[in-house]
């Protein structure tokens, strides 16, 4: 699934679908990730968490950025934040649609 955003120069691939695997992977990571924060969260920061985890579980892919042209979680606190949050919104939106299920 392509998502891409032309105004802030990024796009990237999502999975069509997730496997538990996949899935619990990726929510224990992101549980992870802003328990050791301890509760010191901001919106910035918890779109980088969501951003981070995705990369580092592989559900990010053929990522594209002019600011960020390389896709890893380092150096994400010097990343242009509206892609950031663009990003982190993008992929919040995944997970829940991956998790509703229609009714029938």
């Not at 999975?15 to 899935?23: E, F, H, I, N, Y």
């Not at 380092?74 to 509703?100: K, L, N, P, Q, S």
């Amino acid at each position: 699934m392509h998502k891409a955003h032309e105004g802030l120069g990024t796009s990237f691939d999502l999975p069509d679908s997730l496997t538990v695997r996949q899935l619990d992977a990726y929510q224990m990571a992101l549980q992870n990730a802003v328990a050791k924060l301890n509760g010191n969260l901001s919106d910035a920061r918890y779109y980088a968490i969501l951003y981070g985890v995705a990369v580092e579980s592989g559900l990010v892919t053929n990522w594209q950025c002019l600011t960020m042209p390389n896709a890893t979680p380092a150096g994400v606190d010097d990343a242009d934040a509206r892609v950031i949050y663009w990003t982190g919104r993008t992929i919040r939106e995944f997970i829940r649609a991956i998790t509703e299920i229609p009714p029938n």
